[in-house]
């Protein structure tokens, strides 16, 4: 007895000290510190000679995924360095006036020791075809952790990390001269401190200025960790308006965005002792100078479902300035996570859901795998969403890691990534866009903020890391080959018959809820265009019993309604959704039939 006590004890200490042991799938693990890219491994012989074919690249299938079609580009790069954000990176960005020009800068190392990592400057100017490697950005010495975005006459601006020899990592801001053209000025904010800034991320004005944010070095019991600043004048070396603290998480907890009509937007995670793992946003209309007073989006309840938000938030705006936060939330304590139990991915807007976090993503419509293994980069099973929007019409888009059925030797996961949209306030279940052939570790999705709709079609970009192994070398998995791969998920809000004839997309009816039911039950349905619009309820007998829409016009979206059966006796009833009219070139009449039953 006293031998299977120690024993174990033993497994517990273990399980303590390698967060890839647990006992339990709610084991919980403590929340690793977020990676800096100072990391130098202790790489063996073997590993330092491996061959890694530095001039092949993988091809990749198109892939049919519902009614879309996947398309696949592998940029002329190989990477070892296979950790590109404690967050969500902001790694791409398509130009929304010249739609063919797409820019993408990654953290990328071919040493196996890690020892040296810059960031990489890849231009394409055929909508993500084929990819131009124009170089690193600073050309010379060592960087990480690139976060971009595009000048109004679409050159790119890269703020990344630089490492110097002779002082604490610091933040700088790049930009181009022209689309492409790899001619880059820097811009060296001046420090707040002598200690580090790390993991910036960067927002370009309309007005011409630059707002960016980053986290700086403090003292570990002060709170004042993330910051912002913004670029007053683009003349070298920069014009600054100065650091802004707010009390927000410090591991690449922060994302910005800019609405069409040039409102600035800032979603975060919390930090100091009230508000760890809630997710806020506020806004600001001079370009970052000033902010109005933050709302609390999501609020981590320690004593009840214990749900927050670790390391996963992004942001952009609809075509209509209402801002849409995407975050995913999880079981969390103040100091560990539980990476083997399931996780969400859920999505926020104030004008849709009375403004209550829409859930995109869960166990009940992605498949669930427990992350095992080498945990140490705080992935979850759902995690990091990345979200964009159309330049046209209404869609928002959102993709994020999933975890595969697949394990690596030290069993760390293989991910996929998938990707779901937005009728109004209503999410079709997620689509996985990534091959399972051949097997690749998927990680880090990264969305352009918007993506080209050309009619009824949009090309929405995306950029991804692939890895040959699973798990992240950088925090102790074996080795592998890292590709860097453009992922591009072609989305049509209706189907095309010819060139003469556009039919609409048949309306989705979904199953009432709860059913059966006693008495009162919820309808919901998506309609893809402006139509009119009949729902109505029938008997056995098919005698109408209730119409709940009379031949209303109603524009593209989601609707629910309540249908209450007090009158009605126990048995099955089916409900009809009727679309006419839908498209001045369709005449027709769409429908969809549903039973459900009431019962007393």
Known sequence: MKLQNVLLALIISSSLLNPSLSLSQDFPVPIPAPLTGLEIMNVGDSEMKLNFHTERRTQFEQLAVGEAIVEYSTLPLYNLYDYQSNGVPMQICQDPLTPDNVHVSVMYSTDPSLSTKTCAYIFSNDRGATWNFIGDVPGVGNSGFPAVSLNSNGAFIIANQIYDLWGPVRTSIHYDQGAGFGVFTALDP???????????????????????????GISSNDIRRAFTNV???????????GYSSYVGNYAE???????????????????????????FYRSSTDDGLTWNTATKIWDWDEETNQLGCLRGVSMVFGNNNQPYVAFNTSKLTRSEFFPRLSSQIRVWCPGLNSGVPMLVADSTNVPF?????????????LCRPTIGRASFHNNIFVAFNATTEQTGADTSRYYSVWISYNFGDYWPPPERITPATPLRDWRF??????SNTSGFTTKVQMVCQADSLAGTHVTGSPIGRGEFVSVRYNFSIISGTSSETIRQKKPDLHQNHPNPFNPVTSITF?????SKVRLVVNDMLGREVMRLVNDEFKTAGSYSYDFNASDLSSGIYFYRLVVSGANSLETGELSATRKMIVVR
């Open 526 to 530: 998506d309609i893809y265009d402006d």
């Open 445 to 450: 999705p990264s969305m352009s903020p918007v």
């Open 369 to 381: 795998y427990p992350n095992t293994g080498n945990v140490s980069d705080a992935f979850l099973p």
């Open 231 to 241: 670029v007053l004048n683009q003349n070298p070396p920069g014009n600054f308006s």
């Open 190 to 216: 001046p420090r707040a401190n002598p200690l580090p800034e790390f993991w910036p991320r960067v927002l370009s004005t309309y007005s011409g200025r630059i707002v960016f944010g980053t986290s700086i």
């Open 253 to 279: 907890g922060y994302a910005f965005a800019i609405a069409p009509n040039g409102s600035i937007g800032h979603a975060y995670i919390g930090y100091d002792f009230d508000d760890p793992y809630d997710v």
